[in-house]
């Protein structure tokens, strides 16, 4: 009597099954027999572990140094690119003690880097880089109000800045003033990224902390 296709399926079902139960009841006989070799691959991959958490440790640790070191001259911020220059404001802000990312690009909200210094200030960074520095075209007033729309409303800063290597226009300082918009111009940007000082020690009207921080 010729088996049915199903059945043949079943047999060799069953078949398989027998072949992975006798393969798993060597596999652990083995094992058993030989459970120093166990022992031997956890104690290595204790030390192998350990060994990765340490570099890992190490190289954050490498980065925390770099970053308090990091100072950048006006003229090498002149030389980058958009894109580059708000990351290296985010790196600077980084080495100021605070938490920072670089939100640039489509739908940011007028906010390119957002920071949350030691003292617990949220800080909504707009950048503006100018390839001719000063020479080239003043950030406006318009810039400034994309600004005041979307820092504390979206953003949730109480830090609202403006921040160029080139300059601003003079209806743009004292609309910056009137509406709590921190200006940051390239004298001002020249002196804090070759500096170690923090950003808000060379700015006026700074809000108080939200938290108590020992930082000088």
Not at 103 to 116: E, F, K, Q
Request: aromatic residues 6%.
């Amino acid at each position: 009597m010729r088996r049915t296709k199903k059945q043949d399926e079943q047999v060799a079902l069953l078949a398989t099954g027998a072949v992975a139960i006798v393969v798993v009841v060597t596999v652990v006989q083995w094992l058993l027999a030989h459970w120093w070799i166990i022992l031997l691959a956890v104690v290595v991959a204790a030390v192998g572990g350990g060994f990765w958490l340490h570099q890992v440790r190490q190289r954050a640790e490498w980065e925390r140094v770099r970053a308090r070191a990091l100072r950048i001259r006006i003229a090498e911020l002149d030389a980058l690119d958009h894109r580059a220059f708000e990351f290296a404001i985010r790196d600077l802000m980084r080495r100021d003690g605070c938490e920072a990312e670089r939100m640039g690009g489509a739908g940011d909200n007028a906010c390119d880097v957002r920071a949350v210094d030691p003292a617990g200030r949220v800080w909504a960074i707009q950048c503006k880089h100018r390839r001719d520095g000063d020479r080239g075209s003043a950030v406006g007033v318009g810039v400034l109000q994309q600004v005041n729309g979307t820092a504390r409303q979206i953003h949730g800063a109480d830090v609202a800045l403006v921040l160029t290597n080139g300059r601003f226009s003079s209806k743009a300082i004292p609309w910056g003033k009137e509406h709590r918009i921190h200006l940051v111009d390239r004298r001002k940007l020249g002196e804090w990224a070759a500096s170690y000082r923090p950003l808000w020690e060379l700015l006026d009207r700074i809000p108080p902390p939200r938290r108590p921080t020992t930082l000088s």
